[in-house]
């Protein structure tokens, strides 16, 4: 069983449209994110959700609007897609034990969108 | 922005030992030390991580230097397939936030 699954894994759209992207872990992780790499293939960190509650929203434009639904999922919706969205969109989830101390980051396989 | 500075890249002959380095000279004392590594273009893979001391796991050892300053990653015997780009991540303790530099691109050579 994959770990993190994100889907779709390939998304070609135009420009102006709203597309949404899906990930899910099968862990039992409390802690899930979302990270950007672009084409000169840095990764930065958009979003965090701790269950369910937003704990890191970095300077990403309000086109992009993430939701958790339960502590397992977290998606990623975009209105008014531009080019420069165009990048691979890489979750996350990762646990934090009792002393309150985060653990490492396990990735799922990017979804590399493509906006025309 | 990151705290951590990389070679750009670096090759390794295949069999031999890869170590790369990793300056992270304004590192906190509750500051951990990360490695993660991304082959091609698939999701980053985490590797190892220490606080103070050195570590070793199946896949790699980490050597940290005694003012945390800097560390070394270490593939004992690198295969063509570790040929991947290569993080060292600086996170604060009790923070979820992971901050990814531009990394080592390490090419094993056969």
Same mark, same amino acid.
């Given at each position: ?50 269950n ?26 975009i ?15 990762s646990?934090?034990?009792r ?18 | ?18 170590? %790369?380095?990793?300056? /992270?000279? *304004? ?6 030390? +990360?490695?993660?590594r ?34 070394? %990653?270490?593939?004992? /015997?690198? *295969? ?6 290569? +993080? ?23």
């Open positions: 069983d994959t770990a993190v699954s994100q889907t779709p894994k390939y998304l070609v759209t135009q420009m102006g449209n709203d597309k949404s992207i899906k990930c899910e872990q099968n862990l039992g992780h409390d802690t899930m994110y979302w990270y950007k790499q672009d084409s000169k293939k840095f990764l930065k960190i958009m979003f965090s959700y701790n369910k509650e937003l704990i890191i929203n970095e300077t990403v434009p309000n086109r992009f609007s993430p939701k958790s639904p339960d502590k397992a999922h977290l998606n990623l919706h209105n008014s897609l531009e080019l420069g969205d165009s990048a691979v969109y890489f979750c996350a989830s646990q934090v034990d002393g309150g101390t985060t653990g490492e980051l396990f990735f799922g396989e990017g979804s590399r969108l493509t906006v025309l | 922005d990151a705290k951590t500075t990389q070679p750009t890249s670096m090759d390794c002959a295949e069999g031999r030992a890869a170590n %790369l380095p990793c300056n /992270h000279s *304004t590192i906190s004392g509750n500051e951990y030390v +990360y490695w993660y991304q082959i091609h273009s698939q999701g980053p893979q985490y590797i190892i991580h220490g606080l103070k001391n050195n570590e070793t796991n199946e896949m790699a050892s980490l050597i940290i230097t005694e003012d945390r300053k800097s560390s070394t %990653l270490i593939l004992p /015997h690198a *295969t063509l397939r570790d040929t991947a780009v290569y +993080y060292c991540i600086v996170r604060v303790t009790g923070t979820y936030k992971y901050i990814f530099g531009t990394g080592t691109r390490l090419k094993v050579l056969a």
